[in-house]
């Protein structure tokens, strides 16, 4: 930049001097080299700004060649200069416009002919000023006539665009542009000055100083530094307005004999082509822009609207005050069918609900497809029960036509009081209770969506929990253990490890509190690899009579398909001080049959390293035999809801028996869960369960708890732990 201002700087100095020069060879040296040090200062400066001044540089250069020629001539080719003038426009003009694309981004393929258009209306216009009041000597030919005209009508259509590209471009505290400005202006006036000039030497050299500065202006403004102000908007349909008007004016005014007239008209009617054509460009940009606005608004899939329709039907409605109700609609079990079935049976299946819900909206209902399987219907002037009205209508048509369950929320908002994302925020509630609650259709509830809230704020507690690391879960996720004990020895044989959350404000929280959250987020497995390495660290050392205690650990079913299950078991195993046969990984019967190939193969890889597994809860799923004699189980947990009626039900005394004589006959050992008296675990003993575990033996304890329970059951102080009422059973 340092060198481009130099030879701006140079170009000055020839200017000034070749103008104290007078006349004779050393200004005509002078003004070329001026000349030539400004399409040399335009051409490095030519990458600023996406390439404008190389627009310059183009349009500069094609200027010199007027003034060149009058300097070797010694006179003013005026129409050559026009010439020169009418070639360098649409580069000064693609200059400008590629500057307000580079400043606003934005750019209009019409911008060329706007221009055009422009020019041609505008001589037109000069030539019947010329033919009224004699703008031109009379000597002039009718040839120099228009081409002065043409000079002028493109010098003042640069002069305006470069004012409107200063405004719309944010360039008025641009002095680069000022600069500009002026020397448009200057050359509008020095045009009107010299507009007789020809052969005579004084206003040939006043004509040849006057563009050479011009040129050199251009240069120097492309070495100053810029200053912008935000962009504005702007449209350019009054200025293709006003040049409709201008040319059917002078069309009407410049017909008669008069060769000016006639030049005029023909000028006229060329702008009134080139705007026409214009025109219709806009009509096509019109019909894109209405097709392009109706594909913004529409959901492709389904046809119906989408979210950005939603929302601007609520904005309406706000605007006009009016009440208006919300169904919010979740397909049930879409994804299953998604993965089942293909991506294309889920579309189809859309398209079905969509067929059958608008079989039963009202005329004036809005439809729109917000989310994959979600949809929003919105009932201008409708209350509550109104629009609970009409979900159960489009309950009843879904599950009838499209053959799939949806359940849908309802709220409703007054006149004069609907506020959009309050509405989409409780209908969303609303469609959430629905789907837990099997289903159906769901208005909204105050209390439960202040439990869903609370909820979903535990659930950000769980989320940050988790993810900070086994410092803050060493702190708060604690594990405490119930022991198991053998129904024939009375020895402690093992514990289960039970995880807990010491929460700050709200004390020591149960796992049915938040592990549903824990594996919602999908943050399950982070959460056992912390219980897995803690329980093998805490209970590694726990023996009874010399026997060290098995320790149980509960896995779910996201844990047993996660692909870092059996790396962290081999890391416990090495580095947790606890022997394999030691360590028992509970999965309960849903959990095994989610995926029976794969649950197979992992606990087969985890029974190949020593590991044992426990069929939990085992009563309350599948119970297939078939699992039973293909999985390596070692250990089967009866359900406490079998535990609980074995004294007072003959037929579940009667499943237990059998279900005990069915697994020893496969090798298992059982165990009861809830054990809360003594009568239960005689009856329990006597039909055959080889383990006990429940508060008749000791409520879940923290670690430290563990080993002074050890120490007094082996001095034989407690055998049995007072029952702490039916059904305390906290895992």
Known sequence: MLSARVVAAAAVLAVLVGVLSGTGTARHVLLSLAQAGAVAVLLLAGRREAGVWRWWAAAVAVLSVAPVVGLLTSTWPGPLQGASVVVAAPLVYGALVRWNRFRTYVSDPGDWLNGVSAVLALTSAGLVAQRWFGVLPPTWPTVGVHVWMLTVACLVILLGTAAAVAAIGGLLRDVRMWVLLLTFAGLIVLSAWTRGAGPDDVEGARAVTGWVAACVAVAVASTLPRRTSPVAATSQAPAVGALVVLAVAVTALGTDDHAAGWGASWYAVAAVLGVSVRMVHLVRELAHLAESRRQAVTDELTGTGNRRALLHALDQLVADGRAAALLLLDVDHFKEVNDREGHHAGDD????????????????ALLTRIGGDEFAVL??????CQAARVGRAVHAAVVERAEIGVSVGVRSGPAGAVDPDRLLRQADTAMYAAKTGGGGVSVYDSEVDARLRERAGLADEVRRLVRSGHGRMGREVVLHYQPQ??????????????VRWQHPTRGLLPPLVFLPLVEELGLMQLLTGHVLRRAATEAAGWSHDGVPLRISVNVSASCLAHPDLLPLVDEV????????GRLVLEVTETTLMADPALALAVTHALTQRGVQLSI?????????????TDLPATELKLDRAFTIRVLSEPRTAEIVEATVALAHRLGLRVVAEGVEDEATRDVLRGLDVDESQGYLHARPLPPADVARWLTTVAQGLVVTAPARGAGTRDR
Do not use: K
């Open 379 to 384: 009932l201008p002037g409708r209350d509550e």
């Open 616 to 628: 939990d809860d085992y009563g309350t799923g599948y119970s297939s035999l078939a699992y039973l």
């Open 485 to 498: 004990v053998d129904l024939t020895t009375g020895r402690v044989v093992g514990v289960e490890a039970l």
């Open 573 to 580: 195993l090495a580095h947790g001080g606890l022997a394999p």
């Open 349 to 364: 299946l859309l398209r079905r609900v969509v067929a059958a819900t608008r079989q039963a909206l009202p005329a004036d």
